[in-house]
């Protein structure tokens, strides 16, 4: 099967930076796109950010020019690098891996999730 770590969460103040990091593990063949998503309480879960397999990245309006998403596709491995955080920005942040990974004698296309992890921005 396939497990994702999140990592790199914490309490940070107004204007501070964070980096998030999303390792997985497991028989992972390829995957398709690396995103991370958030979620403030009270609130729907969003897509912050993006990146596919061909280096496409988008992001939310929101986070434009503050947030960048990175991948290494030979670690498995999704960054979130935050910059001139803002309280708003407070949420338990989740990666999503849409990967193919073997499964018993097949491989298996599935989208899996991170546990998440929290960001408090606050002074």
């Known amino acids: 099967q396939v497990e994702l770590v999140e990592s790199g969460g914490g309490l940070v103040q107004p204007g501070g930076s964070l980096r998030l990091s999303c390792a997985a593990s497991?028989?992972?063949?390829?995957?398709?796109?690396m995103s991370w998503y958030r979620q403030a309480p009270g609130k729907e879960r969003e897509l912050v950010a993006q990146?596919?397999?061909?280096?496409?990245?988008n992001s939310a309006d929101s986070v434009k020019g503050r947030f960048t998403i990175a991948g290494d596709s030979a670690k498995n491995t999704v960054y979130l690098q935050m910059n001139s955080l803002k309280p708003e920005d407070t949420a338990v942040y989740y990666c999503?891996?849409?990967?193919?990974?073997?499964?018993?004698?097949?491989?298996?296309?599935?989208?899996?999730w991170g546990q998440g992890t929290q960001v408090t921005v606050s002074s």
């Open positions: 990146i596919t397999s061909g280096g496409d990245t």
């Open positions: 497991g028989r992972i063949r390829s995957i398709n796109a």
């Open positions: 999503n891996l849409d990967l193919i990974y073997l499964s018993g004698l097949y491989w298996v296309r599935q989208n899996h």
